[in-house]
């Protein structure tokens, strides 16, 4: 390392141990954008690339001192929440608190900047956020939540939904993976409005509503409406390789949820 570039280092600390802190958190209260602040104190004060991780560091803790991270609708405490609940708690009950959290703050994160999108994840961190919300989703099925939490999480994604409206592939994979959940439940009324609603919103598209809904109530272990979705799935004619490959996976669905029944039966015989 040359005298100059040893003595810009040397600048460099000494910036970064001296930041004004209500400067930061002023600046940081004008964007809530954690990258988008660092970037900023990176580029006014020329912090050398070697000292970027300390600068990044320090100003977190003066956000972190300062403000409840787990709200701030940042896309960086965002993602860092997402990673946490994606390597921990995925089938617990209080997973859906933490999903709710994470969906206000996406809603509260375009609101702020339209231009932030759920592919600024990906862009910016590698973090594909929308396949975390749908895999979440399926997860919770897992719990067989009841109705009422069902249609508490459908609130949510609704308006998340129409806050990144342009997605329509993100859209019908995120009501799939809700649709699980209401399978799940094994609440025949609401399962049917819920059905209704998007055969009506995707008539061109039944099976990927009928292959979500008989995943749901295999996982619920409630057989008796499988039979009845099944059958009114092969009504339609399956002509494309997607609708052939879900129809082949239904049957699949349908004989597991056979195998099942039948077992449940010849365990309470004997």
Known sequence: ???????????????????????????YRA????????????????????????????IQQIIHNNFDIHSLPDPYFIYQDAILLAYSVKQELKTAIYIENIIKRLIQMHEQSSTLTLTYFQNQLGFDMKAFLIEMYIHYALVKPSIQDVIRQDTYIQQLLHTYKQDSEFYSDLQAALLTCYGASADPIHIQKKCDTLLEQYPHEPYFVYFSILHGLIISGDYSLISTYYKEALQYQATTPLELSFQQQLTQLFNISKQKEDSNEHKRFN
């Open 1 to 27: 390392m040359s005298i100059i570039e040893k003595q810009h280092l040397t600048i460099s600390k000494k910036i970064i141990n001296t930041l004004d802190e209500p400067q930061v958190i002023k600046h």
């Open 31 to 58: 964007c809530l954008d954690f990258d988008k602040l660092c970037s900023h104190y990176q580029t006014k004060y020329d912090i050398s690339q070697s000292e970027v991780t300390i600068l990044r560091d320090k």
